[in-house]
Nanobody, 123 residues
């Protein structure tokens, strides 16, 4: 069973920084292959939106609203994806979810979601 565990959310003042982590594990010890890894967020009263994603080859893309402020990275050995968020704004306040496409035998490729972590940016 594949699990995604997020950490790193919290309360920060505008202009501050936070780093989110999302660790992928497999309880039965089966081989994992992590494909696209990404971060989504959902603000109160709004739909969930894609913030950033990174391919297995390291190619990344960002929503216009976070370009130049957020950076996604991944550690292949630790099966972990990170989101470094700098110059945070009140409008970045949301629940942040990691999403990872994971290949395991014999299931194949499946999208998994983290439990969500709350980021609150005060003005």
């Amino acid at each position: 069973q594949v699990q995604l565990v997020e950490s790193g959310g919290g309360l920060v003042q505008a202009g501050g920084s936070l780093r989110l982590s999302c660790a992928v594990s497999e309880a039965a010890g089966r081989m994992l292959r992590l494909n696209v890894m990404g971060w989504y967020r959902q603000a109160p009263g709004k739909e969930r939106e894609l913030v950033t994603s990174m391919s297995s080859g390291g190619r990344s893309s960002y929503a216009d609203s976070v370009k130049g402020r957020f950076t996604i990275s991944r550690d292949q050995e630790k099966n972990t994806v990170y989101l470094q968020m700098n110059t945070l704004k009140p409008e970045d306040t949301a629940v942040y979810y990691c999403n990872v496409n994971v290949w395991t035998p014999p299931t194949g490729s499946v999208d998994y979601w983290g439990q969500g972590t709350v980021v609150t940016v005060s003005s």
